[in-house]
């Protein structure tokens, strides 16, 4: 059965369409969430994600609607200027005008990168976001598109939201372990930052990856939900929107010194969260059981140390080229207890020392 979750941010309301077989029902959605019909649609999807369905979305379409695809290899590398230029080439090329749609098929990349296409060509046009893995049930929601720079990851971006989300969960059913890992830590951060509650039922129901198919809709309706309702609050990030960077100040730092790809996003976050948990107990002098987190995390495949070869000079730098960084001073998302965040400036002296025991 269709489960929603409403995205009610100011001057734009969407929908989350959580449901089994999505793929193969576009045409039907698209008059669900769309004011207007497109004048034409553009499907940016990528090398794993094409084959296996690509051709599904395309049956579920109108055949008199005019339809690009255009395909980029798989893998966060692809969040490069080269490839934005060759999508904005694309879309010029099929004629995309102001009334055309594109469609987001894939995982964060793909979001993210086409996002930032849509918010750019010609100022801005409608786009789906259509997420295949778990990871995107969190970047899908929220209107952030970006891309990456060598010297910092998603630093080139916009706020863009999508007119709707369309989340196939059958689609979650050819995802590698490796990437259920990736998608899962920004489920149970939405627990640590905002719900007690949720990161309890995630510790009592999921016990390994893959996750049981029973707890997948009640696990992304609530988990999309905060994110839906942090978004509402604070589109642009002025707030607590800061609070869903729990564990980006490192990862993002990780990902970018030892080249993105090594690790998945979601991989390198644990290693941040771990990181941030050891900062929380030092500046609030609290205790945030980091052992029971880490035990629960490790039985699920996920490492929860900083790689050993990496600088760790190195990684400070990175870290100081975070977005929350002002005035040089790096300012973290910390946990007072869980389910309760907050935004400090932290001392780098403090940062080094933990960086040097992890």
Do not use: C
């Amino acid at each position: 059965m269709m489960k929603t979750v409403p995205v009610n941010i100011e001057h734009h309301a969407y929908k989350v369409y959580l449901d089994k077989g999505l793929r193969f029902r576009l045409g039907e959605l698209l008059k669900n969430s769309l004011d207007e019909q497109p004048s034409s649609i553009f499907i940016v999807t990528d090398s794993t994600v094409a084959p296996l369905y690509l051709e599904d979305v395309l049956n579920g379409l109108p055949d008199d609607l005019n339809v690009t695809t255009v395909t980029i290899d798989s893998g966060e590398q692809s969040k490069s200027f080269k490839e934005y230029e060759y999508l904005l080439t694309e879309a010029l090329k099929a004629g995309l005008d102001r009334k055309s749609v594109l469609i987001a098929l894939g995982g964060g990349v793909v979001g993210d990168i086409a996002g930032f296409v849509a918010a750019t060509y010609m100022r801005g046009i409608r786009f789906i976001q259509m997420p295949t893995t778990l990871l995107a049930q969190d970047s899908s929601v929220g209107g952030k598109v970006a891309i990456n720079h060598p010297l910092g990851k998603n630093m080139i971006g916009a706020f863009h939201q999508p007119e709707a989300v369309y989340y196939d969960i059958e689609m979650l059913a050819t995802l590698p372990e490796k990437e259920w890992r990736s998608g899962f830590a920004e489920v149970f951060k939405h627990g640590l930052i905002l719900d007690e509650a949720f990161y309890q039922w995630l510790n009592e129901h999921v016990q390994q990856l893959p996750i049981h198919d029973q707890y997948m809709n009640e696990l992304l309706a609530r988990s999309i939900a905060i994110k839906a309702e942090v978004v509402s609050k604070d589109e642009r990030e002025q707030g607590i929107r800061a609070y869903l960077n729990l564990g980006h100040t490192l990862g993002h730092a990780i990902e970018s010194v030892s080249g993105y790809g090594t690790l998945t996003h979601g991989e390198a976050v644990v290693i941040g969260i771990v990181f941030a948990m050891k900062i929380s107990e030092k500046h609030y002098q609290t205790d945030l059981k980091i052992s029971d987190f880490v035990d629960w995390v490790e039985s699920l495949g996920y490492e929860t140390n900083i790689p050993s070869n990496l600088d760790r000079s190195k990684l400070l730098e990175a870290m100081k080229k975070d977005k929350k960084t002002e005035a040089g001073s790096i300012r973290m998302v910390l946990l007072k207890k869980v389910g309760e965040a907050s935004v400090e400036k932290i001392d780098e002296k403090l940062i080094l020392s933990i960086l040097n025991e992890q």
